[in-house]
């Protein structure tokens, strides 16, 4: 069974750096998009970065400029390099492969807290 597995996050003080990885666990093949979606406390979850299988990005605006979302086809893998944190990006951050057909699969998060 394939799983996700985030990995990478911690607590960071503002203007820092992290970068986040998922990795696929088992199996995977023809990964669609990729993509970062974090949910603050109290909040809904919302997207942070999606990049397409070939390698077209999105990103949220209030992440623009500062996140940078790339990925490894070959070791079915996602990253996000997260610079200049601010406090509001502190969340639980999700990692999310989509497959043809509307198969989705989900990481279970991996918490950021930017404070000082």
């Known amino acids: 069974q394939v799983q996700l597995v985030e990995s990478g996050g911690g607590s960071v003080q503002p203007g820092g750096s992290l970068r986040l990885s998922c990795a696929a666990s088992?199996?995977?093949?023809?990964?669609?998009?990729m993509g970062w979606y974090r949910q603050a406390p109290g909040k809904q979850r919302e997207l942070v970065a999606t990049?397409?299988?070939?390698?077209?990005?999105n990103y949220a605006d209030s992440v623009k400029g500062r996140f940078t979302i790339s990925r490894d086809n070959l070791l079915n893998t996602v990253y996000l390099q997260m610079n200049s944190l601010k406090p509001e990006d502190t969340a639980v951050y999700y990692c999310?492969?989509?497959?043809?057909?509307?198969?989705?699969?989900w990481g279970k998060g991996t918490l950021v807290t930017v404070s000082s």
């Open positions: 999310k492969f989509d497959r043809p057909f509307g198969v989705t699969y």
């Open positions: 088992g199996s995977i093949f023809s990964i669609n998009d």
């Open positions: 990049i397409t299988g070939g390698g077209s990005t």
